[in-house]
C-alpha cells in the first residue's frame, strides 16, 4: 500500500520529486523496469525517471532490509549497461522512524567493488520542506516536527488550496495512507476529509489491488485443499493462466 502510494506520488508530480532530489524542476520520464530486465527481480518498489542529462533511482522503504544496497548496486550496473555515459543518483527513502542501523547504510562493499548511494530518513526532514511542494505534501506527516496531528493539519489547508478536484482528491488520499504510518486511524480521519479522498485514483486503485491480493489468497487456500484449477478459476474469476501460476508457487514452495 504504501509503495503503491509513493510511486503514485513520483509519476504525477515528478518535477517536485526532482525539485526536491535533484536541486531542479527538470522534466522526468520513467524508465520502465523491462527497459533494465529487471523482470526477473523484484521491480515493484523501483523506480526509475529521466531526464535529458541524468538518471534518479528512488526507493521507498517502510522498514529497512540487509539487501537493500546489493539491490541499489544491481540497478546501477544495468542502467549502465544501457547508457553508461548518463550520470544516475540512487536515493533510499525511508518512511517510518526505527533504530536500525540498516537505516544509516549508504554502500555496498564486497570485495574490491564498492558503490555509494544516498539516504534520507523521513523524520530527519523538517515537515515544512515538504509542504512548499504539492506532491511532497503527503510526506509531511512523516518529516520532523514538534506536532504530528498539527502538521497532518497543516498538510489538508495545503490541500485543500489546491483547485484541481482530482489533484486535491489524490493528495488527501495519499496524505492519509502515509499519515497511517504514525498516527492512529481515528486521529488521521478526523483531521482529512474521507469522502474526498475515496474519490481519488490512487485510493480506488489501492482497494482493488487489496480486493484482487484477497482473491488471490482464496484462491491460494482452495489449491491448498486440493481443488482443481478449473474450478478454482470458476470461482474466484480469475484466469486459467493466473490460478496455474499459484498453483506453480504452491509447487515450488513446497520443494524448498
Known sequence: ?????CRFLVEHFSADFASWLLGEPVTLTEIQPSELSLDPIRADALILLESDESVLHIEFQTLPKNNIPFRILDYRVR????????PMRQVVIYLKQTGSEL??????TME???HEFDVIRLWEQPASLFLQYPGLIPFAVLGQSADAE???RQ?????DEITDLQTQANLMAASGILAGLKLEDEIVYCILRRDIMQESTVYRSIQKEAQEENTREIALNLL???????AVARGTKLSIEEVQQLQ????ESAQN
Open 79 to 86: 542502467m549502465y549497461r544501457k547508457d553508461p555515459a548518463k
Open 248 to 251: 506453480q508457487q504452491i509447487n
Open 155 to 159: 498538510a489538508a489547508r495545503r490541500v
Open 112 to 114: 574490491r567493488t564498492h
Open 1 to 5: 500500500m504504501y509503495d503503491d502510494t
Open 224 to 230: 491448498r485443499d486440493g481443488f482443481p484449477v478449473e
Open 103 to 108: 537505516v544509516y547504510q549508504t554502500s555496498f
Open 150 to 152: 498539527e502538521t497532518l
